[in-house]
């Protein structure tokens, strides 16, 4: 039987896995210097967590996740984890951060797992990389994940993004919302998609969030979360605007942005791809100051965002901005017989202990398979030795750019081969 992977699961073979590395290396300092620390979560939690913390009328919790029981006695209802801010908030509060840290910056790269329709940039196990600031109420904080969004997205080199950002208040004031947007809905539903109506009883705010253009229109006359803002809400929505403003970024206010999950308060924010077409989500999040007591722990407010990694990744490349692919190697050694492939395999590990990438063939082939291979490769040299060069103790060193070659003493082998790599 041949095996292929599952359905929205996929393989990243090495020549993409250079692209994650390069995005990876731009996430990692950019959080260094946003004084972020990198939390690293397991990929199986309770349940319960994502049921509490996510929320029960999510599409998440209700249809995506990846659920099962354990073999313990009783079994325990485990998840493949869909999202991570809930897993961050169930470790800030277990380990005790609040106690030891006023103000927590941390950051996560990973993979996630949901239960949905395959589509471009997005799969059943898709990868995320995320950003939360715990201990802090103010609205600096909002503008201070939203700009690392922006800095993130112009270190990959996408520049072609809108932010959309909106409020969706205190839940008091969520709430008197949700009673009247209801009301409006329940007036058009006959107007609505099958998925909307669906949606409307236990997750009205979620029906502004659809797509589809009749959706759009019947809910073009729909109440704004705006008008039910109690004064601090209000302020506070102000200030992060006038701040990311500031920076010389100008938002775009939208009254749709919801966000799908239920722990969300106050701010919320998206960053949309231009270069995307339909699927344009790149990332976003919000302020979400109730999760940290939903999982068991003392209040403390919270915000943050997370990024789809596999979108982060066609944007960049619909930018223009990956970069070139790097050689494989530095230097080939290369034997001619079984004396010099001998020497050839400890004269590799010698240019390695040197901080030099180098191979030597492992299939016996010709010196000109051995070449062609070398520059397939993108080697800087070439290192070729036979019978003659290991009686002479000098080796045959190629600079493959250039095209010169010349020889080199044995016990001179890793300056010359360095100095060739190094030259470029």
């Known amino acids: 039987m041949t095996y292929q992977s599952i359905k929205g699961f996929r393989d990243i073979l090495p020549d993409e896995s250079a692209r994650w590395q390069w995005m990876e290396g731009i996430i990692h300092a950019l959080m260094h210097r946003y004084g972020c620390g990198e939390v690293r979560l397991p990929i199986v939690e309770a349940t319960d967590l994502f049921s509490r913390g996510v929320g029960q009328g999510t599409d998440i919790v209700g249809k995506e996740m990846y659920t099962f029981l354990d073999r313990s006695v009783p079994p325990e209802s485990l998840t493949l984890r869909p999202e991570l801010t809930a897993s961050a908030a169930r470790a800030y509060v277990q380990h005790s951060i609040a106690q030891a840290q006023q103000l927590a910056r941390w950051y996560y790269i990973g993979p ?236 590799a590990g010698r240019l390695r202990s040197h901080g030099i990438a180098a191979e030597c063939d492992l299939l016996r082939r010709s010196l000109k398979a051995q070449m062609r291979d070398a520059n397939r490769k993108g080697a800087r040299c070439a290192v070729i030795v036979g019978e003659s060069e290991l009686a002479a103790r000098e080796a045959q060193v190629k600079n493959l750019g250039a095209g010169e070659q010349k020889s080199v003493p044995f016990d001179e082998l890793p300056e010359a081969v360095a100095a060739i790599v190094n030259a470029g």
């Open 112 to 347: 996630m797992f949901r239960y949905e329709q395959p589509q471009a940039g997005r799969y059943r196990q898709f990868h995320q990389f995320g950003m939360e600031i715990y201990g802090s109420p103010h609205p600096e904080a909002d503008a201070e994940v939203i700009l690392a969004g922006a800095d993130l997205l112009g270190a990959l080199g996408i520049r072609n993004y809108r932010l959309r950002i909106n409020s969706l208040g205190e839940p008091d004031e969520r709430t008197a919302y949700r009673t009247e947007l209801l009301s409006y809905l329940r007036e058009h539903e006959a107007e609505l998609s099958p998925e909307s109506v669906r949606r409307m009883e236990q997750n009205p705010l979620r029906v502004l969030d659809s797509k589809r253009e009749q959706d759009v229109a019947a809910t073009a006359g729909a109440p704004r979360m705006s008008d039910f803002l109690g004064e601090e809400s209000r302020v506070h929505f102000e200030a992060t605007l006038a701040l990311v403003r500031e920076a010389g970024i100008e938002p775009v206010i939208d009254h749709r942005l919801v966000r799908g999950l239920d722990y969300y308060t106050r701010t919320a924010f998206e960053f949309q791809g231009m270069d995307l077409g339909a699927q344009d989500a790149l990332g976003g999040g919000g302020r979400y100051d109730r999760l940290i007591e939903e999982v068991g722990g003392k209040p403390a407010p919270s915000v943050g965002f997370s990024f789809g990694m596999e979108r982060l990744l066609i944007a960049a490349e619909a930018a223009g901005a990956l970069p070139a692919p790097a050689p494989e190697i530095d230097a080939y050694v290369i034997g001619l017989d079984d004396a010099s492939r001998r020497w050839a395999m400890g004269a």
